[in-house]
């Protein structure tokens, strides 16, 4: 029986002015897989993961995740979909605890997994000191914090390495194992491509906005 497909995207394109960010790029993702996204600064990595995510509309071409359409249902794609990126989005006078307790009111849910995921990533003796405070590391961690409150079906991660030390690539790694052992999509754009590849069911390279290969079970043209 083939595998649902939870991202799928065709002839997907997106210009800046005059510069075309991703062009004529198509790629089907698998229920449950973890995809890597690689390629150099500027290829189009960050641009695939917010278009995904709705943060920006395509140009040309079409993608469905989870079988919404990400221009016509973007709610539906939003109910489904986390991005962690670049920003963190913070509110850098809330504590860190203050921080989550958004998430979960804004979700409707109760707020008695807030500790339990402070405590995951390493952040439960800062709960209640506020944001601002925080080195960048820390501030990644909280970021990750709040998608494993979110609970997502796709988790997008945006070079999700980034302003880390060694046990937080260490955490990382865990959070993607915990994550696909749920049954999430997990698509993550990055430079360690040695580390991520050991976690990837799939690889794409990006080459100025164009895929340029691909490995294993992922299928792109």
């Given at each position: 029986?083939?595998?649902?497909?939870?991202?799928?995207?065709?002839?997907?394109?997106?210009?800046?002015?005059?510069?075309?960010?991703?062009?004529?790029?198509?790629?089907?993702?698998?229920?449950?897989?973890?995809?890597?996204?690689?390629?150099?600064?500027?290829?189009?990595?960050?641009?695939?993961?917010?278009?995904?995510?709705?943060?920006?509309?395509?140009?040309?071409?079409?993608?469905?995740?989870?079988?919404?359409?990400?221009?016509?249902?973007?709610?539906?794609?939003?109910?489904?979909?986390?991005?962690?990126?670049?920003?963190?989005?913070?509110?850098?006078?809330?504590?860190?605890?203050?921080?989550?307790?958004?998430?979960?009111?804004?979700?409707?849910?109760?707020?008695?997994?807030?500790?339990?995921?402070?405590?995951?990533?390493?952040?439960?003796?800062?709960?209640?000191?506020?944001?601002?405070?925080?080195?960048?590391?820390?501030?990644?961690?909280?970021?990750f914090a709040?998608?494993?409150?979110?609970?997502?079906?796709?988790?997008?991660?945006?070079?999700?390495?980034?302003?880390?030390?060694?046990?937080?690539?260490?955490?990382?790694?865990q959070v993607?194992?915990?994550?696909?052992?749920?049954?999430?999509?997990?698509?993550?754009?990055?430079?360690?491509?040695?580390?991520?590849?050991?976690?990837?069911?799939?690889?794409?390279?990006?080459?100025?906005?164009?895929?340029?290969?691909?490995?294993?079970?992922?299928?792109?043209?």
């Amino acid at each position: 029986m083939p595998p649902t497909i939870a991202i799928e995207a065709e002839k997907l394109a997106r210009r800046y002015g005059r510069r075309w960010a991703l062009s004529d790029v198509s790629v089907r993702v698998a229920a449950g897989s973890v995809l890597m996204v690689a390629g150099r600064n500027g290829s189009g990595k960050s641009t695939l993961l917010r278009v995904i995510a709705t943060a920006i509309r395509p140009d040309l071409g079409r993608v469905l995740v989870g079988g919404f359409d990400v221009v016509r249902e973007r709610e539906d794609v939003r109910r489904l979909t986390v991005l962690l990126g670049h920003q963190s989005y913070l509110y850098e006078s809330l504590t860190a605890r203050e921080n989550l307790r958004v998430v979960t009111d804004h979700l409707g849910r109760g707020r008695e997994s807030i500790d339990r995921v402070l405590d995951r990533v390493s952040l439960a003796s800062r709960a209640n000191d506020p944001v601002q405070t925080f080195s960048a590391g820390m501030r990644k961690r909280l970021s990750f914090a709040r998608v494993l409150l979110q609970e997502p079906q796709i988790a997008l991660l945006d070079e999700p390495y980034g302003q880390l030390d060694p046990e937080g690539f260490a955490l990382v790694d865990q959070v993607v194992h915990e994550l696909k052992a749920r049954g999430v999509t997990v698509v993550m754009a990055t430079h360690q491509v040695e580390r991520v590849a050991t976690l990837a069911d799939a690889v794409i390279v990006l080459e100025a906005g164009k895929v340029q290969s691909t490995a294993r079970g992922t299928t792109a043209c």
